[in-house]
């Protein structure tokens, strides 16, 4: 039987070397190639373990290359734990790393698609200064990007900055994006007032919400008031009286719902909501035949072989047109007839 301080050394060797790989798993090995074995290297390594359905553990190690020491080389810090206390990962500073357990010691070791080496990685920029594409100007975690934040999108088609790309707005729907005046998006219920609709169609330009369009009187314009949130010209019938082309109140405006609305005199209701003497030609008689803005009007004529309708035989200078009517005065009529100046033609 070996004595009790050999079995001891025993087991201090086989502790110190279970340690050792629990550490330094996947440490560097030498290499043909005699750059690879300079092992003059320090880093912070990561080591993470993972476990099995056995629960037996495996250990994947990444090191990030150090230009300073700033620790005890070998030392290990934060540890971290799961739930059941084993440990998922720890963090150590290693000396003594060779070349290639980094992916590049200088920028000569990297590529072009990503040219510079930043802590033994390959990257694609280190600053703004970096990235020479107008596109893709602002270095961001290593990578050249198109924005940083929204600020840099000055697109209207393109305003919001989406994974370091200027990309259309991606508000909620019913929402608008808006930049305040440092360039910051927000996504707000309205921009302009056709954003908005009734019974809020006025967009508040302070707090970017849909309000009703007025809350008093003085909020609305001339000859107009507020009603229920509303700029109106009338609410009733009688706000309507004195003109004959809009009699009643429809939808907070005076005017005509159809043509029962309107007078003997102007018996149609047109498509602006007003009555009026005609809405087509043939709504005329024979001596105004043509239906002008809503009134029956005459016939223009240069001399009196172009008025052809009966009655209405004259070319006669009205205002400053020469119009086909009957007549102006008596004189303009035979013996025994007067001119009507309603109708403006000659009767017995």
Known sequence: MQPRSIQNIRWLRISL???????????????????????????????????????????????????EKARLCGECWERQNNSDGRP?????????????????????????????????????????????????????????????????CSSENAPQCLSGICAGCSCPTGQKCRKDSSGALFCVQCVTSADCKAPTPK?????????????????????????????????????????????????GSCGCKDASDCSIALPFCSTEKRCVQCTKDADCASGFPRCLGGECQARP????????????????????RRVCLGCLQDSDCATGQRCDVGLLRCIK
């Open 17 to 67: 070397i279970a340690w050792w790989f629990v550490v330094w798993a996947g440490a560097c090995q030498p290499s043909e190639k005699e750059e690879d074995n300079r092992c003059e290297y320090e880093g912070t390594c990561k080591i993470t373990y993972t476990y099995d359905s056995n629960n037996k553990w495996s250990t994947v190690r990444t090191c990030t290359l150090e230009r």
């Open 88 to 152: 998922t990962a720890k963090t150590c500073l290693v000396c003594n790393l060779c070349k290639r357990d980094f992916e590049c010691i200088a920028d000569s070791d990297c590529g072009t698609a990503r040219p510079f080496c930043q802590t033994g990685v390959c990257v694609q920029c280190r600053g703004n200064g970096d990235c020479s594409s107008k596109d893709r100007s602002y270095c961001e975690s290593n990578v050249c990007v198109q924005c940083r934040d929204d600020r840099d």
């Open 203 to 251: 967009c508040d330009e302070k707090t970017w919400t849909c309000k009703p369009a007025c809350e008093k009187d003085q909020d609305c314009g001339e000859g107009k008031r507020c009603n229920e949130g509303a700029c109106v010209e009338c609410t009733s019938a009688d706000d309507c009286l004195g003109d004959p082309q809009k009699p009643r109140c429809v939808e």
């Open 301 to 320: 004529c240069n001399n009196d072989s172009q008025c052809v309708a009966v009655g209405y035989d004259k070319c006669l200078t009205f205002g400053q």
